[in-house]
């Protein structure tokens, strides 16, 4: 059964940090685009960051640009997402999403463009920044 399961996510007073891991089970990762989204109450899901499979090129919404880091560790299957400086509106649902490579044109797109790209999508898990 091909699976993503997100992890990591919890409770963090403003300016903390979390790490946000997605392993992958029943497929490898290493032919796949991974991103990170996020959807809070009322609002759109959006593209937080997304990798590219080969040469580790990454997009970042303006939101969190200097404050997320995303990296995968395809050894591992998994895929992280490292959230400092967290702020109140960081809260919200975080899901990853895998897609063939060949899928997309740019990480940019794959984050932009979601609606339109067939993925796999893990189940979530809330982050709640809050003091």
């Known amino acids: 059964q091909l699976q993503l399961v997100e992890s990591g996510g919890g409770l963090v007073h403003p300016g903390g940090s979390l790490r946000l891991s997605c392993a992958a089970s029943g497929f490898s990762l290493d032919y796949y685009a991974i991103g990170w989204f996020r959807q809070a109450p009322g609002k759109e899901r959006e593209g937080v960051s997304c990798?590219?499979?080969?040469?580790?090129?990454?997009y970042y919404a303006d939101s969190v640009k200097g404050r997320f880091t995303i990296s995968r560790d395809n050894a591992k299957n998994t895929v992280y997402l490292q959230m400092n400086s967290l702020k109140p509106e960081d809260t919200a649902v975080y899901y990853c999403?895998?897609?063939?490579?060949?899928?997309?044109?740019?990480?940019?797109?794959?984050?932009?463009?979601?609606?339109?790209?067939?993925?796999?999508w893990g189940q979530g898990t809330q982050v709640t920044v809050s003091s």
């Open positions: 990798i590219s499979s080969s040469d580790g090129t990454a």
């Open positions: 999403a895998a897609t063939r490579s060949y899928l997309i044109t740019t990480v940019q797109a794959m984050c932009i463009n979601y609606r339109r790209i067939s993925a796999y």
